[in-house]
């Protein structure tokens, strides 16, 4: 029996979330390809490469590391070396390797709560973490529909406001479209302008639960065709959440914004066909800083009425072409 290389990195993500790992690490899959079958798994703590000889001689065509074989970008692969050699051998072997090591160290459950329960600490609690990020979710539903998929959302964990539940807010309107050859639409009819009476329905929720609260919605929801993510955690945590509900990669169409570099980024996730597209923005550069203080302070001497920031749409087009970039 086999399964996908993919399979196995979504596992981990849902054990252990890439975006739990510190900036300065490198998890994910480093080496091999998301769609190559996998029929035997080494673990280890590090990758050598006499493990790399031992792997190969044993058939295993994935091996999870938890320490990376590499931090960062490398300027020569090197055979006389022991990482030039270790890769060389992984690729010799067409084997895949997959990091997990700082997302796994805060994880739930994970390093820190083992060794922790270990030492018989009792009311343990972080040292340093992340403070809970709040999305917001908005999805237009038919009327029909709506406290479907509001109940859902709601009983996933979603509209949690202090010591009130079940927080959304709806607004009616009117949707339009068009459905062309070859579509199978909920409502409406090939070739004919269609006017569906929908509601737009949101609510907010901790950015931690977005994975199971997409999932429900999904299940809920008749007729969903594309996920706009506020960042690419969120557009990550919508693939999984598709993949919970019985979609696969395409089915629906997901959309990032942030664009990150690396293992865990939106540039990866493009170019390795798990999301239609994503985009870049300056983030830390001069016109994000100028965009800012023209918007918010009040000492700005003129505020714009307008403020163009420089992006960059990143497609299955370019996105390969800017791995690593």
């Not at 252990?16 to 673990?43: C, F, M, Y």
């Not at 692969?77 to 390797?97: F, N």
């Not at 030492?119 to 609690?125: D, K, T, V």
């Not at 949690?160 to 639409?185: D, E, K, R, V």
Request: proline share 6%.
């Amino acid at each position: 029996m086999s399964v996908t290389c993919r399979t196995i990195i979504d596992a981990i993500d849902r054990l252990a979330p890439r975006h739990l790992a510190e900036s300065w690490d490198n998890v994910g899959l480093l080496v091999g390809a998301p769609d190559q079958e996998i029929t035997k798994i080494l673990v280890t703590l590090d990758v050598t490469p006499e493990l790399a000889v031992r792997a190969g001689r044993e058939g295993v065509n994935l091996i999870v590391a938890h320490h990376p074989l590499f931090f960062q970008a490398l300027k020569s692969i090197r055979t006389d070396l022991p990482i030039g050699r270790t890769l060389a051998g992984l690729i010799k072997a067409d084997i895949a390797l997959l990091a997990v090591h700082t997302n796994l160290d805060a994880a739930t459950d994970g390093v820190s709560d083992i060794l922790a329960a270990r030492l018989g600490l009792a009311a343990s609690r972080p040292l340093a973490g992340q403070a809970e990020r709040l999305v917001k979710l908005v999805v237009f539903v038919p009327e029909s529909h709506a406290e479907q998929v509001r109940a859902a959302i709601t009983t996933a964990g979603a509209g949690h406001i202090g010591n009130y539940s079940h927080c959304t807010f709806q607004t009616a309107g009117t949707g339009t479209f068009l459905p062309l050859a070859g579509t199978n639409p909920f409502s409406g009819q090939q070739g004919k302008l269609e006017y569906a009476p929908e509601f737009r329905l949101e609510t907010i929720l901790p950015e931690a639960i977005s994975g199971q609260v997409i999932t429900a919605m999904l299940q809920a929801h008749p007729d969903i065709k594309a996920v706009y993510a506020s960042n690419d955690m969120m557009a990550a945590g919508a693939r999984l959440a598709a993949k919970g509900a019985g979609k696969k990669d395409g089915d629906i169409k997901i959309l990032g914004t942030d664009g990150l570099p690396g293992p865990a980024g939106g540039i990866r996730a493009v170019a390795e066909g798990e999301w239609s597209a994503t985009f870049t923005y300056p983030t830390g550069g001069p016109e994000a800083i100028d965009m800012a203080k023209s918007i918010l302070l009040d000492c700005a001497e003129k505020v714009p009425t307008v403020v163009t920031v420089p992006t960059l749409a990143i497609t299955s087009d370019n996105a390969k072409s800017l791995m690593g970039n």
